[in-house]
């Protein structure tokens, strides 16, 4: 109908600016001020920390860095940063976009020139500084985790616009979620299904870890709680993930035993995750991190396996693809310092906002189950009740009819076939589809009689199967 | 039972919480910590307008007439020697100019907020400041003087807060379409609209507007908004609840209402008169009430009337105390935007709800209705083993006939008896024949003295020699 497809179009063209704002405004919002040039940077090289200070650390051989991520090993690093000349701007920013990093210092002639305590970042460090003479600044930096350090250096004001849609950005992914979480506690109460509480679970444990990805609770928490929630949400991820799948898949039904290698995985990514909170060794954090990984993946196989049994299976795997790939190039490249094959935060978070949307989808996939389900029954009601005054008129009319057409049949068969009276009680059960076995129950004879009693039939009438014998009626 | 019971009362609860904290959040405006006084502008420059005489600005809106204002400003001490930002909300204000000691430090063209404006301004020991504003709708003006770090932190946490905001809007959005998808009931869609239309309306109050609307369409972009709301609104709620079957003429009334508020908005077009503006907007309030008095009319009949009255209360509430306000400059206590869009999330909580709860019936009708299908089935069952019955032993049936006959049975015993000879027993024959069990006692009771046995097992006996 073309009066519907109108309307989707209107529709689009009211929700475009919703996704324009979501998707794509840098260019609007930054072309306000087109005088600023682009990130300051001119080179940036790195060293890890042998116990240098800011009077030796000059006289270091320093190694370029060309992707922020340097790799698995925790701890100090010195950084050697020099800035393209800009007389424009008096304020610039250093932006670390990583969340994990908990110690900045900055070094411009031998002094110290800002450190943590001068932070203007929210969800990671962002320090403002005097542009000095020199070019040339160090840079001391820790990281607990992964040594990854995607700087940025701006001009004041630009490094705030860009702070500030980032931030947009990512409150925006968080009330989404929020909206998923909400709906799924609603379907949870009102449908009272166990698979919409779980999936809310993991949707909280997931987002949890994100936005640890993300600094968000830097805001709040120090670095010691971070460290300890940071364990948990890398733990419970795979956890409720397998109790969702479990539940969403009818795994207890379809493959039992896949709960028993689920569980084995769990125990051990938990004691890797354990032995990290206790030695805080890194190394054992990676190791579980790619256990948690495989846990998830090994779920998304099982829903490859029961694709065939289950009518939701397909929506689990279709959702879960993309989120888990993102995830994957995201934490194993993080963790091992690989620079290539790896993707940012941002897929993984557009992964997330697909998977959300398809199982969203899978509700009311569900909703339109319900829905065609509701019809059907209406529809068959009608005619069982067609059907039950149809019977009840043919009752009324059997009893005033004394003639039974059926029985005259069988009499005229019997008669012309020379049929015994155990014959014709066997033939009459015979035309009715039983089973030897039933008539055997119903006549109180044993099966062999039964068997006995047939051949002769099919030899009398000249048949070969219960089926002609039934046809013999028609 | 007790449990969904619990959840109903739970949620009447969280309702109630939630329309106190609306009720608070519209508490008194921010207080003014710098002194800040105004004077409408008749043709006055910076060389003269020291020595007018200003009046003391009490609070931020000041009602419905537009044009230029001049605003005098004694800065705060803590405030003096450091760069600071002047930063004004709202979107009401297109031209703008800062003077200090009879220079002018700032221009509208130095704004270094993309969505509202601010002013970056390096302070001097000079304590009175000069702006000279000039009001497109609405005289707003809720100026905010922080030293510049401040200012950084609240946009950003301004900006964390919006993006929420609106995603869970688009979420929204989103589940409202899939529905519209799979049950294909125009009702959803509407809603899509009409929230579209809402949260595009708050984007022209918080400033959000100039992400996505090109700039010179900005103004004509916000009058439409203000009449697509509730148009929107009103087909939203009439979908809902039937109105053009229950109550025909409504439609009429509406039209009305929202045509006069058309007229008054192109009034403002064409004279630049903010006070039209500010009419077409109290139709558009009126409009509102209109469909929500309605909703409440339609309560007892109709099951969806109590969420879309709920939902619209909350909306229309902070609407009211948010526009209202601002629009006349009247009250002394106002919503701010943030508690609008409290009352929003609100309302979508509730209609979200209300797909859940309809949902839920489909559920519960579907096993209702299957429960009555294995009713019927049963029926139909026993009434085609009748029919088999009737064929094949209506010999038994035949000496069962002869017996009442003989005996003088009743209809039912005659039924009890034929279930007995094919040896049920009476909790069998119960459900068969509908009937309960001592009921079925009863009559085989009296089919034992009428037939003169005392056992069930002499009725087969009693049958076989009748003949």
Sequence with gaps: ?474 | MLSIKNLKNKIKYLLKIGFLFLLFSCSKEPTISNNISYLIDNNYSIENIDQQKFTVLKRTRLGSKNGYYWFKINLHETLKGIPTIFAIKGNTIDKLEIYTSSKKTADFQDNIDPINLAFQVNTTTESIYFIKVHFQKQAYFPLVITPINTYFFNEKLSYLKNGWYYGFVFMVIVVNLFFYFSIKHRVFLAYCFFVTFTNLGLTDYDGFIHLWAPQEMIPYIGIALHFLVPLSSGIFASLLLDHNKLIPKSKFTSIIIITIAIVFYGFFLATNEFIYFAIGDCFGLIFFTYYMLLGVFSLKTHEYAKFSVIGFSLVFLSAVSFIMPLNWGVFKYAAPLYSVKLGALFEMLILSYAITYRVKKIQEENDHVQNEIKEYLEKIYNLEEKLQNKESSSELEQKILELRKTYALTDRETDVLFQISKGLTNKQIAEKLFISVNTVKYHSQNLYEKLDIKKRTEITSKLIHTN
């Design chain 1, 1 to 474: 109908m073309p009066k519907t497809k109108l309307f989707y179009f209107f529709l689009l063209l009211t929700l475009l600016p919703f996704l324009g704002s979501a998707i794509n405004y840098n260019s609007d919002f930054l072309s306000l001020e087109e005088k600023v040039p682009e990130n300051l940077i001119k080179e940036i090289s790195y060293i890890k920390d042998n116990s240098f200070d800011i009077h030796t650390i000059s006289e270091q051989n320093f190694i370029p860095l060309n992707n922020s991520k340097i790799g698995s090993k925790n701890g100090f690093y010195w950084f050697k940063i020099i800035l393209k000349t800009n007389q424009s701007t008096e304020n610039l920013m250093f932006n670390c976009k990583e969340s994990t990093v908990n110690h900045i210092e900055i070094y411009n002639k031998f002094k110290l020139i800002a450190n943590s305590h001068n932070n203007l970042g929210f969800t990671n460090f962002s320090l403002k500084i005097k542009q000095q003479a020199n070019n040339t600044y160090y840079l001391k930096v820790n990281f607990p985790y992964q040594a990854n350090f995607p700087l940025t250096v701006y001009p004041l004001l630009k490094q705030h616009r860009i702070q500030t849609i980032n931030l947009f950005k990512i409150g925006w992914y968080y009330g989404f979620v929020f909206m998923v979480f909400i709906i799924n506690m609603f379907f949870y109460f009102s449908l009272k299904d166990r698979t919409f509480f779980y999936y809310s679970l993991f949707l909280i444990a997931t987002n949890f870890g994100i936005s640890h990805y993300d600094g968000i609770y830097n805001l709040w928490l120090n670095f010691d709680v971070l460290f300890y929630t940071n364990n948990i949400s890398h733990f419970i991820i795979p956890v409720t993930g397998a109790i969702f799948a479990t539940s969403f898949l009818n795994l207890n039904i379809y493959l039992p035993k896949s709960k028993f290698y689920g569980t084995i995985l769990l125990f051990i990514t938990f004691i890797c995750y354990a032995v990290h909170l206790t030695t805080r060794n890194y190394s054992y954090f990676i190791a579980a991190d790619i256990l948690a990984l495989i846990t998830l993946m090994y779920y998304w196989g099982l829903g490859v396996s029961v694709l065939r049994h289950n009518d939701f299976a397909k929506f689990f795997v279709i959702g879960y693809s993309l989120v888990l790939i993102s995830a994957f190039f995201f934490v194993i490249p993080m963790d091992f310092g690989i620079s290539t094959l790896s993707v940012s935060l941002g897929h993984v978070k557009f992964g997330a906002l697909f998977e959300m949307l398809i199982l969203t989808y899978a509700i009311t996939y569900r909703v339109k189950k319900l829905q065609e389900e509701n019809d059907m029954f209406r529809s068959s009601i009608q005619t069982y009740v067609n059907q039950l005054y149809e019977l009840q008129e043919k009752i009324e009319l059997e009893t005033n009819s004394k003639e039974n057409t059926f029985e005259s049949k069988i009499v005229e068969i019997a008669s012309k076939h020379q049929l015994t009276d155990r014959e014709v009680d066997v033939l009459l059960n015979l035309s009715k589809g039983y089973t030897n076995q039933k008539i055997a129950d119903e006549l109180f004879i044993s099966l062999n009689t039964v068997k006995y009693h047939t051949r002769n039939i099919y030899q009398k009438l000249n048949i070969k199967n219960k089926n002609e014998a039934i046809s013999l009626f028609v």
